[in-house]
């Protein structure tokens, strides 16, 4: 099949992956129905807006949506491609939950047709496409499926996962070398014969169990590395050591490049995806299973210093600068400074003023203590005496040492360095 051959494209999960690449599918020119099971997001979206944070995201679909190029609905249609890029979290017991795929592969059984490719975006657990092929077929056994008969199959299916910024994923879906691993080899080739209508990056082909392996190993890589920045960052308060100026120094070594230490480690992809590989393998993963053990932790070291300084106050208010998870964007998911203003919260005693520029109302965790409110930056520091700074945002910048005198300060991505 060429690229002329896909008509159009259908994509699964409207969310900070799923609309940014039903938009850029849609700006080349390609019809893209979007698909979401919440009312609000569809309706929204066909109005030509959106309900993430996300650089020129706003004019991309607004612009897709007036050409007539993407349009959302709460069920898939028939396509020549589908891209499931729904959420793949974990249980309570760190367990991956596939629930939402299952459920997103099972919605095109009855729309599917002979020819037709299935994308699995989703971030997963090593076999996953392999188990959504057989899902497939239970649903549909008048058609032929690759871990049936490989590449002579009625439908293809691969795994090709995202590797994009939050802040960065417009230029980076387009820009970044694109994974793709099939059940067969013509399911990579088709892939990639798609990919390329977006892509300009190069379309790296293998084969699915391969390609799910990359991306978890690329998020453990990363989350590897920043639990040594985050454990020196102890180590350097234990010893009364400025851990900024230490891993400054240090990076001058021409093959040394430490990470800067934070609150923990948060987003969808790196708090998460590291247990994949864990369940997938816990005797093998002792390096990882530490990692994950050094950055959960961090919040809980914060905690204790935060309410340390409050021993001596009657009344504190603390102003807690940022939820988010990394700066200049709105997504909260596993993000620390959440669990610290959680925790700082449920001991009570304190008022704690949040200032997050990317929401309009507190998440309901928060909104459950008394003491949390939401308010505007000037009002959150002029009242508080002490300050947590727990996300970058650009708007934080603002803040002038006066702004900061007198204060306790907590700086924990070193942002007033």
């Given at each position: 099949?060429?690229?002329?051959?896909?008509?159009?494209?259908?994509?699964?999960?409207?969310?900070?992956?799923?609309?940014?690449?039903?938009?850029?599918?849609?700006?080349?020119?390609?019809?893209?129905?979007?698909?979401?099971?919440?009312?609000?997001?569809?309706?929204?979206?066909?109005?030509?807006?959106?309900?993430?944070?996300?650089?020129?995201?706003?004019?991309?679909?607004?612009?897709?949506?007036?050409?007539?190029?993407?349009?959302?609905?709460?069920?898939?249609?028939?396509?020549?491609?589908?891209?499931?890029?729904?959420?793949?979290?974990?249980?309570?017991?760190?367990?991956?939950?596939?629930?939402?795929?299952?459920?997103?592969?099972?919605?095109?059984?009855?729309?599917?047709?002979?020819?037709?490719?299935?994308?699995?975006?989703?971030?997963?657990?090593?076999?996953?496409?392999?188990?959504?092929?057989?899902?497939?077929?239970?649903?549909?056994?008048?058609?032929?499926?690759?871990?049936?008969?490989?590449?002579?199959?009625?439908?293809?299916?691969?795994?090709?996962?995202?590797?994009?910024?939050?802040?960065?994923?417009l230029m980076e879906l387009v820009?970044?070398?694109?994974?793709?691993?099939?059940?067969?080899?013509?399911?990579?080739?088709?892939?990639?014969?798609?990919?390329?209508?977006a892509v300009e990056g190069k379309?790296?082909?293998?084969?699915?169990?391969?390609?799910?392996?990359?991306?978890?190993?690329?998020?453990?890589?990363?989350?590897?590395?920043?639990?040594?920045?985050?454990?020196?960052?102890?180590?350097?308060?234990?010893?009364?050591?400025?851990?900024?100026?230490?891993?400054?120094?240090?990076?001058?070594?021409?093959?040394?490049?430490?990470?800067?230490?934070?609150?923990?480690?948060?987003?969808?992809?790196?708090?998460?995806?590291?247990?994949?590989?864990?369940?997938?393998?816990?005797?093998?993963?002792?390096?990882?299973?530490?990692?994950?053990?050094?950055?959960?932790?961090?919040?809980?070291?914060i905690v204790e210093q935060v309410?340390?300084?409050?021993?001596?106050?009657?009344?504190?208010?603390?102003?807690?600068?940022?939820?988010?998870?990394?700066?200049?964007?709105?997504?909260?998911?596993?993000?620390?400074?959440?669990?610290?203003?959680?925790?700082?919260?449920?001991?009570?005693?304190?008022?704690?003023?949040?200032?997050?520029?990317?929401?309009?109302?507190?998440?309901?965790?928060?909104?459950?203590?008394?003491?949390?409110?939401?308010?505007?930056?000037?009002?959150?520091?002029?009242?508080?005496?002490?300050?947590?700074?727990?996300?970058?945002?650009?708007?934080?910048?603002?803040?002038?040492?006066?702004?900061?005198?007198?204060?306790?300060?907590?700086?924990?991505?070193?942002?007033?360095?």
């Amino acid at each position: 099949m060429t690229e002329r051959e896909f008509k159009n494209v259908c994509v699964i999960g409207l969310g900070y992956v799923g609309l940014p690449t039903a938009a850029v599918f849609a700006s080349r020119g390609v019809p893209v129905l979007g698909v979401d099971i919440d009312e609000t997001t569809v309706a929204l979206i066909n109005k030509g807006k959106v309900h993430i944070v996300e650089p020129d995201l706003d004019i991309m679909v607004n612009g897709a949506v007036v050409t007539g190029k993407l349009r959302a609905a709460t069920k898939p249609e028939s396509a020549d491609a589908f891209i499931i890029a729904v959420p793949t979290p974990f249980t309570d017991e760190r367990k991956p939950d596939l629930s939402y795929v299952e459920a997103a592969v099972r919605s095109l059984a009855d729309v599917l047709k002979k020819g037709d490719l299935v994308i699995i975006e989703s971030t997963c657990p090593v076999g996953t496409t392999d188990k959504a092929s057989g899902w497939l077929a239970e649903a549909r056994p008048d058609l032929t499926f690759p871990h049936q008969v490989g590449s002579d199959a009625d439908v293809n299916v691969s795994h090709s996962p995202e590797r994009v910024l939050p802040g960065k994923v417009l230029m980076e879906l387009v820009r970044n070398d694109r994974v793709i691993g099939g059940i067969s080899e013509r399911c990579s080739e088709r892939t990639a014969a798609l990919y390329r209508i977006a892509v300009e990056g190069k379309c790296l082909l293998t084969n699915a169990r391969t390609a799910e392996l990359v991306k978890l190993s690329e998020n453990a890589y990363r989350d590897v590395n920043i639990a040594f920045a985050n454990e020196l960052s102890l180590v350097s308060g234990d010893l009364d050591i400025n851990v900024w100026e230490a891993i400054e120094l240090a990076n001058h070594h021409p093959r040394v490049n430490i990470l800067s230490p934070g609150p923990g480690v948060g987003g969808h992809c790196i708090a998460v995806d590291p247990w994949f590989i864990v369940d997938s393998a816990p005797e093998s993963t002792l390096l990882i299973k530490a990692a994950r053990s050094v950055n959960d932790g961090k919040p809980k070291k914060i905690v204790e210093q935060v309410l340390g300084a409050t021993k001596d106050m009657d009344a504190p208010v603390i102003a807690c600068l940022g939820l988010a998870y990394k700066a200049d964007i709105d997504d909260l998911r596993e993000s620390p400074a959440m669990d610290i203003v959680e925790a700082l919260a449920s001991n009570g005693g304190t008022t704690i003023k949040v200032v997050e520029p990317h929401i309009n109302t507190l998440p309901q965790r928060l909104a459950a203590f008394d003491g949390v409110e939401l308010c505007d930056l000037a009002r959150a520091v002029a009242d508080a005496q002490i300050i947590v700074l727990l996300t970058d945002h650009k708007a934080f910048r603002t803040l002038t040492p006066e702004d900061l005198a007198r204060k306790k300060l907590f700086d924990t991505r070193g942002f007033w360095r």
